[in-house]
């Protein structure tokens, strides 16, 4: 079941891959056949928006229908794009827009009840019989030359029109040229990549993405390799928990307040922060040394590929897959059109407006031509009307009144065509500039109505990728605005602590992830570049471990001047004696001290209590006591009467006294220190290891107090000021022991770490993360869809809006021209109906009628109805017509008719 369900995968993912690499292919093809050839001059954007918002309507007709559908399907009601259309648009632009198709369906209907009556003689005769007269103007100089400006005004702006619309080709033939180049581009370049821009494509980002989400599965051969280095390596993890945990150890322990001021007695420790001082000394050597940075490697190259963190990372990769697959679909299938060769793609639907099989230019040129060819015949018809007119004095030839009704007949049917050309291309731009104005203006909120509009469902993915193109391409982003994808995609924050909030994938990815790993890498090829590699003879910690060795704390507790002032009791004690320590002997400090207290010269407290205290330049000060007159055993036990006291006031004895017996010698004998020690691994609480006992066998360290879990523990318990020197001077073995056991342990793995492991965390997830993440500014997009819009809209619809409105003037201005030459038609038609034979005019024929029916009339009513049929049928042939009209009709024959007898004939007629 696995298998087959793997297999469905494969070839569903192979079959897509072969899709998307077909349409790259044509692309290709597409960027080789116009892009070398296509230059871009100078747009007027004034001008072609404004051509654009009078093809689309100044409130963006198609855009508005959009919106109205959106909003139904919002409102979960059903509405298609076309009945929007129709609610969206005003009267006042329908009227607009279909004027030129209804003048075209009007002349078409005009032209089969009235034209056909221009080229029949016959039929004119019928219809025009009232306007048959001998016009005298006709021949006028005045007249003629009327005729002949108005027609040649008008003939010349219908060609000259004509020939502008022509111009418009050139930018036509380079807008769909612009439209394959930008558009094959932009698919080719955003969907494959185009590192030279720094895009490293969708398609390449997508499949980086795949192989680092194979890599951070778990069982995968990268962390397989990751975790065996780490486990090789965790020696260093012990040495250096054990050196950091030993200096944070002895820092605490000088620093402990309890060590520093035994609360209550009124003595500060004198070495205490010296030695502190020294020691973060050595604490910045180990923080700055390449031991440190080695761990910190590890360690944050273990928290990232572990747990959580593990899982978080792989779901941001998965996360960031799904809207890069989106955004390629969407590229191939908005984008795509213009460079599908199937048989509903924009290539395969622009074959016949661009190259050889271009039909624009041809197109246009025939209407010139047959404007041209309109206005010769007129030029013709109105030379012949000029040469041959008679002015009424005799019948014109056939040539004036046929020249001119053909002349008139075909301006008529050029101006109904262009009517009708015009009125679809008007009808074309409007969608056309519709659309091109949402291109135009496109952005998130337009693309999702778009989406909402054709029933696309709004995933989160389908958001994120309108995000995507809203940023990258819309032309009408903020300048200050990311561009790069990865600012732009966003997840919810992996961390539970800030709920609902976003993250982008730069900071799922590269800040929270790769840019840890890379900067503990950087500090750790800066610290083998600047940091000793061994440390454990270095003079920093050699310095400190003499201070240790050297120390007596004994003779570093001396009283609080400050604090002895401000006792009631002890502020009578004599000042000299602020200096005792709580050392028995005097004691001149060694100068592997601190310079603070190298060589200093400190009492004891015999000098306080018996032998007295040098103070200098001046007199000594006695002792306490006389040693004849008291019991010391120091620090044991001390008594004295203060009436035999060497101070010459006994208030100063008392408080001298009371302050050695009650703040001095209880802090040599009482446990009021604090002591830390290592808890030995495996032990009963308590037990101490002893870092003395660890040595090194076969390469290998052996007792190094390290538990199992590679960490150190420590536990404190009270003690006295012995041991607690005693605890500190130990450290001095103690430090140099650790420092040698990090010392060799960083020799020995330092390649593991720094190369090993380096190479293959880089190689598997820092370089894809950065190469992915600098290379995804999509900023070339926007110039591209820029070149697309130019091309689409600015040039090829703006241009075809141009040529439907100048050929609504041609149409508009041939109707005059079709006035112009009616007239001279009219003219020659009834001047020639006026000298027509009278047997042949329609008066004539109306009287013959009207008197054959009044005779059959006749001869029905006498015969009877039962012989009306044979009677008729054997009557003699009638006489000829114009004999049959006698005298008692007031007519002989070949007699003219008068005109009372020509209205009496018109009467008839009319019934």
């Given at each position: 079941m696995?298998?087959?369900?793997?297999l469905?995968?494969?070839?569903?993912?192979?079959?897509?891959?072969?899709t998307?690499?077909?349409?790259?292919?044509?692309?290709?093809?597409?960027?080789?056949?116009?892009?070398?050839?296509?230059?871009?001059?100078?747009?007027d954007?004034?001008?072609?928006?404004?051509?654009?918002?009078?093809?689309?309507?100044?409130?963006?007709i198609?855009?508005?229908?959009?919106?109205?559908?959106?909003?139904?399907?919002?409102?979960?009601?059903?509405?298609?794009?076309?009945?929007?259309?129709?609610?969206?648009?005003?009267?006042?632009?329908?009227?607009?827009?279909?004027?030129?198709?209804?003048?075209?369906?009007?002349?078409?209907?005009?032209?089969?009840?009235?034209?056909?009556?221009?080229c029949?003689?016959?039929c004119?005769?019928?219809?025009?019989?009232?306007?048959?007269?001998?016009?005298?103007?006709?021949?006028?100089?005045?007249?003629?030359?009327?005729?002949?400006?108005?027609?040649?005004?008008?003939?010349?702006?219908?060609?000259?029109?004509?020939?502008?619309?022509?111009?418009?080709?050139?930018?036509?033939?380079?807008?769909?040229?612009?439209?394959?180049?930008f558009?094959?581009?932009?698919?080719?370049?955003?969907?494959?990549?185009?590192?030279?821009?720094?895009?490293?494509?969708?398609?390449?980002?997508?499949?980086m993405?795949?192989?680092?989400?194979?890599?951070?599965?778990?069982?995968?051969?990268?962390?397989?390799?990751?975790?065996?280095?780490?486990?090789?390596?965790d020696?260093?993890?012990?040495?250096?928990?054990?050196?950091?945990?030993?200096?944070?150890?002895?820092?605490?322990?000088?620093?402990?307040?309890?060590?520093?001021?035994?609360?209550?007695?009124?003595?500060?420790?004198?070495?205490?922060?010296?030695?502190?001082?020294?020691?973060?000394?050595?604490?910045?050597?180990?923080?700055?040394?390449v031991?440190?940075?080695?761990?910190?490697?590890?360690?944050?190259?273990?928290?990232?590929l572990?747990?959580?963190?593990?899982?978080?990372?792989?779901?941001?990769?998965?996360?960031?897959?799904?809207?890069?697959?989106?955004m390629?679909?969407?590229?191939l299938?908005?984008?795509?059109y213009?460079?599908?060769?199937?048989?509903?793609?924009?290539?395969?639907?622009?074959?016949?407006?661009?190259?050889e099989?271009?039909?624009?230019?041809?197109?246009?040129?025939?209407?010139?031509?047959?404007?041209?060819?309109?206005?010769?015949?007129?030029?013709?018809?109105?030379?012949?009307?000029?040469?041959?007119?008679?002015?009424?004095?005799?019948?014109?030839?056939?040539?004036?009144?046929?020249?001119?009704?053909?002349?008139?007949?075909?301006?008529?049917?050029?101006?109904?065509?262009?009517f009708?050309?015009?009125?679809?291309?008007?009808?074309?731009?409007?969608?056309?500039?519709?659309?091109?104005?949402?291109?135009?203006?496109?952005?998130?909120?337009?693309?999702?109505?778009?989406?909402?509009?054709?029933?696309?469902?709004?995933?989160?993915?389908?958001?994120?990728?309108?995000?995507?193109?809203?940023?990258?391409?819309?032309?009408?982003?903020?300048?200050?605005?990311?561009?790069?994808?990865?600012?732009?995609?966003?997840?919810?924050?992996?961390?539970?602590?800030?709920?609902g909030?976003?993250?982008?994938?730069?900071?799922?990815?590269?800040?929270?992830?790769a840019?840890?790993?890379?900067?503990?890498?950087?500090?750790?090829?800066?610290?083998?570049?600047?940091?000793?590699?061994?440390?454990?003879?270095?003079?920093?910690?050699?310095?400190?471990?003499?201070?240790?060795?050297?120390?007596?704390?004994?003779?570093?507790?001396?009283?609080?001047?400050?604090?002895i002032?401000?006792?009631?009791?002890?502020?009578?004690?004599?000042?000299?004696?602020?200096?005792v320590?709580?050392?028995?002997?005097?004691?001149?400090?060694?100068?592997?001290?601190?310079?603070v207290?190298?060589?200093?010269?400190?009492?004891?407290?015999?000098s306080?209590?018996?032998?007295?205290?040098?103070?200098?330049?001046?007199?000594?000060?006695?002792g306490?006591?006389p040693?004849?007159?008291?019991?010391?055993?120091?620090?044991?036990?001390?008594?004295?009467?203060?009436?035999?006291?060497?101070?010459?006031?006994?208030e100063?004895?008392?408080?001298?006294?009371?302050?050695?017996?009650?703040?001095?010698?209880?802090?040599?004998?009482?446990?009021?220190f604090?002591?830390?020690?290592?808890?030995?691994?495996?032990?009963?609480?308590?037990?101490?290891?002893?870092?003395?006992?660890?040595?090194?066998?076969?390469?290998?360290?052996?007792?190094?107090?390290?538990?199992?879990?590679?960490?150190?523990?420590?536990f404190?318990?009270?003690?006295d000021?012995?041991?607690?020197?005693?605890?500190?001077?130990?450290?001095?073995?103690?430090?140099?022991?650790?420092?040698?056991?990090?010392?060799?342990?960083?020799?020995?793995?330092?390649?593991?770490?720094?190369?090993?492991?380096?190479?293959?965390?880089?190689?598997?997830?820092?370089?894809?993360?950065?190469?992915?993440?600098?290379?995804?500014?999509?900023?070339?997009?926007?110039?591209?869809?820029?070149?697309?819009?130019?091309?689409?809209?600015?040039?090829?619809?703006?241009?075809?809006?141009?040529?439907?409105?100048?050929?609504?003037?041609?149409?508009?201005?041939?109707?005059?021209?079709?006035?112009?030459?009616?007239?001279?038609?009219?003219?020659?038609?009834?001047?020639?109906?006026?000298?027509?034979?009278?047997?042949?005019?329609?008066?004539?024929?109306?009287?013959?009628?009207?008197?054959?029916?009044?005779?059959r009339?006749?001869?029905?009513?006498?015969?009877?109805?039962?012989?009306?049929?044979?009677?008729?049928?054997?009557?003699?042939?009638?006489?000829?017509?114009?004999?049959?009209?006698?005298?008692?009709?007031?007519?002989?024959?070949?007699?003219?008719?008068?005109?009372?007898?020509?209205?009496?004939?018109?009467?008839?007629?009319?019934?």
């Amino acid at each position: 079941m696995f298998k087959a369900l793997a297999l469905t995968i494969f070839l569903t993912c192979s079959a897509r891959n072969e899709t998307d690499q077909a349409m790259l292919d044509q692309a290709s093809a597409l960027v080789d056949k116009y892009c070398p050839q296509y230059e871009m001059p100078e747009i007027d954007y004034d001008q072609a928006r404004k051509n654009l918002e009078l093809s689309a309507g100044e409130d963006n007709i198609v855009y508005n229908a959009l919106l109205q559908t959106a909003a139904a399907v919002q409102d979960g009601e059903m509405q298609d794009l076309v009945t929007a259309l129709q609610e969206s648009v005003r009267p006042v632009f329908a009227v607009r827009k279909a004027t030129p198709l209804f003048m075209a369906f009007l002349l078409w209907i005009v032209w089969h009840f009235a034209c056909w009556f221009i080229c029949c003689p016959g039929c004119m005769r019928c219809c025009c019989c009232c306007c048959q007269r001998k016009w005298k103007f006709g021949r006028s100089v005045a007249f003629q030359l009327l005729l002949w400006v108005s027609f040649l005004f008008l003939a010349g702006l219908v060609i000259a029109l004509s020939t502008l619309s022509t111009e418009e080709h050139q930018e036509i033939e380079m807008g769909i040229q612009g439209t394959g180049c930008f558009s094959a581009r932009l698919v080719h370049d955003a969907v494959a990549g185009n590192p030279s821009m720094g895009f490293v494509g969708l398609l390449p980002a997508w499949n980086m993405l795949d192989a680092l989400s194979q890599s951070l599965e778990p069982g995968s051969a990268f962390l397989e390799d990751v975790r065996g280095l780490l486990s090789a390596t965790d020696e260093l993890e012990r040495a250096v928990n054990i050196v950091g945990d030993m200096l944070a150890t002895l820092q605490s322990l000088l620093n402990d307040s309890q060590n520093q001021r035994p609360a209550g007695y009124l003595h500060n420790c004198a070495a205490c922060e010296p030695l502190s001082t020294a020691l973060a000394e050595v604490i910045r050597l180990f923080d700055e040394g390449v031991a440190l940075a080695l761990q910190q490697v590890r360690s944050e190259v273990n928290s990232q590929l572990d747990g959580d963190t593990l899982a978080n990372l792989r779901r941001t990769v998965q996360q960031t897959k799904e809207p890069l697959e989106t955004m390629k679909e969407q590229m191939l299938q908005q984008v795509g059109y213009f460079v599908s060769e199937a048989d509903d793609g924009f290539q395969t639907a622009t074959t016949s407006l661009v190259g050889e099989s271009s039909v624009v230019y041809p197109s246009l040129l025939a209407v010139v031509l047959a404007s041209c060819g309109v206005a010769i015949l007129g030029i013709l018809a109105l030379l012949a009307y000029s040469l041959c007119h008679r002015g009424g004095e005799e019948p014109d030839p056939c040539c004036v009144c046929t020249c001119s009704a053909s002349a008139m007949c075909t301006t008529y049917i050029f101006a109904g065509i262009m009517f009708f050309i015009g009125g679809i291309l008007l009808l074309v731009t409007m969608v056309g500039g519709g659309v091109c104005l949402a291109m135009v203006d496109f952005d998130e909120q337009s693309g999702q109505t778009l989406l909402q509009s054709l029933g696309v469902p709004a995933s989160d993915n389908v958001n994120m990728a309108l995000r995507m193109a809203d940023r990258c391409m819309s032309l009408k982003s903020e300048g200050n605005t990311t561009r790069n994808v990865a600012d732009i995609l966003e997840f919810p924050a992996t961390s539970p602590s800030y709920p609902g909030e976003m993250s982008t994938a730069r900071e799922l990815l590269a800040d929270l992830v790769a840019s840890k790993i890379d900067e503990t890498f950087l500090v750790l090829e800066e610290a083998m570049a600047s940091q000793p590699l061994r440390l454990a003879d270095n003079p920093i910690l050699a310095q400190i471990r003499g201070y240790l060795g050297s120390v007596n704390f004994k003779a570093m507790y001396w009283p609080n001047p400050a604090e002895i002032q401000a006792h009631s009791t002890y502020k009578a004690m004599p000042p000299p004696y602020y200096v005792v320590s709580v050392l028995c002997q005097d004691l001149q400090l060694p100068d592997q001290l601190p310079s603070v207290l190298a060589n200093a010269y400190v009492p004891g407290l015999n000098s306080m209590v018996v032998d007295g205290i040098s103070t200098g330049s001046g007199p000594r000060m006695p002792g306490i006591f006389p040693a004849q007159d008291m019991t010391w055993n120091c620090p044991i036990r001390l008594e004295g009467d203060c009436a035999d006291s060497n101070l010459p006031l006994r208030e100063s004895c008392e408080a001298s006294k009371a302050f050695l017996l009650e703040r001095k010698l209880p802090l040599i004998t009482l446990p009021i220190f604090r002591c830390r020690y290592i808890q030995l691994p495996g032990a009963p609480p308590g037990t101490k290891c002893n870092i003395e006992n660890m040595y090194k066998e076969n390469g290998t360290w052996i007792n190094s107090c390290v538990h199992p879990n590679r960490t150190v523990t420590f536990f404190e318990q009270d003690c006295d000021i012995s041991e607690f020197e005693e605890n500190i001077q130990s450290f001095e073995m103690w430090l140099y022991k650790i420092f040698q056991y990090l010392d060799d342990t960083v020799v020995e793995l330092l390649n593991q770490v720094a190369t090993d492991l380096k190479a293959i965390v880089y190689g598997h997830l820092v370089d894809p993360v950065f190469s992915l993440l600098d290379g995804f500014d999509c900023s070339f997009m926007e110039s591209f869809w820029k070149g697309l819009t130019d091309s689409l809209c600015f040039r090829s619809v703006s241009s075809f809006q141009v040529i439907s409105s100048l050929y609504v003037w041609v149409a508009s201005l041939s109707l005059p021209m079709v006035a112009v030459l009616y007239v001279a038609w009219r003219v020659s038609r009834d001047t020639t109906d006026a000298f027509a034979d009278s047997s042949q005019t329609v008066v004539t024929r109306a009287l013959v009628l009207k008197n054959e029916l009044k005779r059959r009339a006749t001869r029905r009513a006498a015969e009877g109805q039962n012989a009306a049929s044979s009677s008729w049928a054997e009557a003699p042939a009638p006489a000829p017509a114009v004999a049959a009209v006698g005298p008692a009709e007031g007519l002989a024959p070949g007699a003219p008719v008068s005109p009372a007898q020509t209205v009496e004939a018109r009467s008839a007629f009319s019934l």
